[in-house]
């Protein structure tokens, strides 16, 4: 299994300010991800981090609003820029085992909520 | 296009009795079936999966069955445990070209009873 870790784990954030988020793995896995989770709602695909390339990004999700970094195979960031209270919500890194399983592993989550 | 679906918000269920959260999806290209179980200020962990060439898999007091000429899946907990009030979600998986998507469904809150 893999250990992530996000930070930061909650934060408050002004209306049109930018907040980034790292994930750090504590072993190279090769498929990582960003997820959202808005209050009531499901986890939401924003896009999957490739390492040394830039992200591929799911429909309705742009490079603009969530540049995403993947230096290495045990790091990552997502930052949400220019923020809305639209923009409330939990977002989630994740990487898959690539096992037979399919198990995707997820961090902690870090809670936004913009005011 | 919700290609999977909880269509169950919530679910109560009395401590020891079963308790069985259902999972409905549309694309019949999904290679792998998940459930996770979510506690509030948690990420998601991982429950039991099961790949769409098999109907059935059992890990302790969690089964998972797939019904794929129905696109549905339900998890079966039993006996249910206090513990075990959580938000349970979906999630399907389609692998292809060493590229995994995974998309989860809405989530069902159970809550069991003492």
């Known amino acids: 299994s893999a250990v992530i870790s996000q930070k930061p784990s909650r934060d408050i954030c002004q209306r049109g300010t930018s907040l980034t988020i790292q994930c750090q793995v504590d072993s190279q896995v090769t498929m990582m991800f960003w997820y959202r989770q808005q209050p009531g709602q499901s986890l939401t695909l924003i896009a999957t981090a490739n390492q040394g390339s830039e992200a591929t990004y799911e429909s309705g999700f742009v490079i603009d609003k969530f540049p995403i970094s993947r230096p290495n195979l045990t790091f990552s960031t997502l930052t949400v820029s220019n923020m809305s209270p639209e923009d409330s919500s939990i977002y989630l890194c994740s990487v898959a085992s690539g096992g037979v399983t399919g198990e995707l592993f997820f961090g902690e989550g870090s809670r936004l909520t913009v005011l | 296009d919700q290609q999977v679906k909880q269509n169950s918000p919530s679910l109560s269920v009395q401590e020891g009795r079963i308790s069985i959260l259902n999972c409905d999806y549309t694309?019949?290209?999904?290679?792998?079936f998940l459930w996770y179980k979510k506690y509030p200020a948690e990420g998601p962990t991982f429950l039991i999966s099961i790949s769409s060439i098999k109907d059935k898999n059992e890990d302790g007091r969690f089964t998972v069955f797939l019904n794929k000429s129905a696109k549905h899946l339900s998890l079966h907990i039993v006996p249910s445990q206090p513990g075990d009030s959580a938000v349970y979600f979906c999630?399907?998986?389609?692998?292809?070209?060493?590229?995994?998507?995974?998309?989860f469904g809405t989530g069902t809150r159970l809550k069991v009873l003492a």
């Open positions: 694309n019949s290209m999904f290679d792998y």
């Open positions: 999630a399907a998986l389609r692998a292809t070209s060493g590229t995994y998507k995974y998309i």
